[in-house]
């Protein structure tokens, strides 16, 4: 029997704060360079940071509080920003969560963050390093690990309907099916009506029915139709008592 061995752990990295509040016995602290943090899209995130003094000696954080921030490489962005939580504050521990919605819209890419600390007893901010050497800003990489690669959906087209003879019927733009499983996502405007999906072999062949008709009535929620099977062209059929159809998307 083959098996293979996985693992499940927080990210955890000791980061430094310049402490004024007691003699120190040293000045250098061991981690000159600091590691990548890797953000991985499609999951939540818990990173847990360790603050330290140069002393590595751990800072009570009992009336702070830290701001986790995401920054583009260039540095003319903001990505994110999100207040982190204490774990054990008088021991210098606490964490950031970056979610799966938090990273839904940004793209793939090698970014930085930062983090800064407010004191309740001071008015002043300071800024957390991530090496000896007062660099405080560090590497966070933003990977597309745990799901596919996003892509696109496609926009559907759906031409004006005119009713003026008593026509009920009217269907949307041609779309060529692309794989053996495809999802149709409509929005309604009090739709009132049916709608079918319907595919053909050749752009000149007879239309047939996939799946079963969807009857709605006065909705303007958003649905979706999964399409199984490789079609090479593909529409949708509106039977229309009132209301509309706003808006198709396919993937």
């Known amino acids: ?145 745990i799901m596919p690669e996003h892509t696109e959906s496609q926009t559907v087209t759906i031409p004006d309907f005119l009713d003026s003879e008593g026509e009920t019927t009217h269907y949307s733009s041609e779309w060529q099916g692309t794989n053996d499983l495809q999802t149709l996502q409509y929005k309604l405007n009090a739709f009132t009506g049916n709608i079918q999906v319907e595919g053909a072999t050749s752009n000149d062949e007879l239309w047939y029915n996939l799946g079963s008709e969807v009857s709605l009535s006065a909705s303007s929620s958003t649905g979706y139709i999964n399409i199984s099977g490789y079609h090479p062209y593909l529409r949708l059929r509106i039977e229309e008592t009132s209301g509309s159809v706003s808006e198709l998307k396919v993937r």
Not at 90 to 106: I, N
Request: charged content about 20%.
């Open 1 to 145: 029997m083959f098996t293979t061995q996985v693992y499940l752990y927080k990210q955890k990295h000791q980061v430094v704060l310049r402490d004024t509040t007691q003699a120190l016995t040293s000045m250098r602290y061991n981690p000159v360079y600091a590691k990548n943090l890797k953000l991985h899209k499609g999951t939540d995130n818990v990173l847990v940071f360790t603050f330290v003094n140069q002393d590595q000696k751990p800072v009570n954080n009992s009336t702070a509080t830290f701001t986790f921030r995401l920054i583009n490489r260039e540095g003319n962005d903001l990505i994110l920003a999100k207040t982190m939580t204490a774990i054990d504050a008088t021991k210098g521990t606490a964490s950031v969560t970056v979610t799966e919605q938090d990273l839904d819209a940004v793209d793939i890419q090698k970014a930085n963050y930062s983090i800064e600390r407010s004191l309740s007893t001071s008015d002043l901010n300071d800024a957390v390093f991530v090496d000896d050497h007062l660099g405080g800003r560090g590497v966070v990489e933003i990977l597309d690990s």
